[in-house]
């Protein structure tokens, strides 16, 4: 299902990947009923996320949260901003960002349930600068740019550590943009947690020659961030 929402910055686009109820799945697989997945739960919050500046929503890391979460009770909001709804190759700037995703709150609320800020790169910086200014339940940080490549001094760690709310990051091993032993202390203690894919560069992919495969990769992604947002209050 998709939404379009008008925003001060244009129009943008949610595709929702709702949250399947047990009943649901009956009704689908009829003639399976008794073998039905039992870890399907009704909706209990929802995942927005937003992309970045140098692709859309079909980003692999993306499109694997929403194949897998909403079995898990996890209605995903897939975002595109208006920028890519437009048809523009170039990313605004900024604060044009942000005003396209506060723009997009109120429909990604309107299910009634806590929302949990979302985005990768581009779409990342956005979640963490407005999750406390929209009472986001947490931010999802996939693939933070930490800095430029080359670039360590020009370090965006404020915003991260400046979210004000819990805050996962999923980073790649050889991502140029911030590798994890790049990212700062936490301060305070506790303010976000990491998961490592290893190998993986600012997209996700890894080598072919390397050890970990890329739907192992996905997996990584996948399987951290449902026990990070199962472990939300």
């Known amino acids: 299902m998709t939404e379009l929402v008008e925003t001060d910055a244009g129009t943008a686009r949610i595709t ?3 949250a399947e109820k047990p009943a649901e799945k009956h009704e689908k697989t009829a003639v399976k009923a ?11 919050l929802v995942l927005a996320v937003s992309h970045g500046a140098g692709g859309g929503i079909e980003a692999r890391d993306l499109r694997a949260l929403a194949a897998v979460l909403p079995a898990h009770g996890v209605t995903v909001a897939l975002v595109e901003q208006p920028w890519r709804v ?4 170039l990313a605004p700037a900024p604060k044009t960002l942000d005003a396209g995703w506060r723009g997009l709150w109120p429909a990604l609320a309107a299910p009634g349930l806590p929302v949990v800020a979302g985005g990768r790169s581009a779409g990342a910086r956005v979640a963490c600068r407005t999750a406390t200014e929209l009472g986001a339940h947490a ?3 996939l693939s933070f740019p930490l800095h430029p490549p080359g670039r360590p001094e020009k370090s965006r760690a404020g915003e991260l550590l400046g979210a004000g709310v819990p805050t996962l990051v999923v980073q790649g091993g050889n991502d140029p943009f911030g590798r994890p032993e790049e990212f700062p202390q936490q301060t305070p203690p506790g303010s976000y947690e990491l998961v490592e894919v290893p190998y993986g560069d600012h ?14 990769a996905l997996t990584v992604i996948t399987d951290g961030v449902l026990k990070w947002v199962s472990s939300l209050a």
């Open 16 to 18: 929702w990947h709702r």
């Open 34 to 44: 008794e073998k039905a997945d039992e870890t399907a739960k009704a909706a209990r």
């Open 86 to 89: 437009a048809g523009k190759k």
């Open 139 to 141: 931010v999802l940080a």
């Open 203 to 216: 997209g996700f992919a890894v080598p072919k020659r390397a050890p970990v495969g890329q739907e192992q």
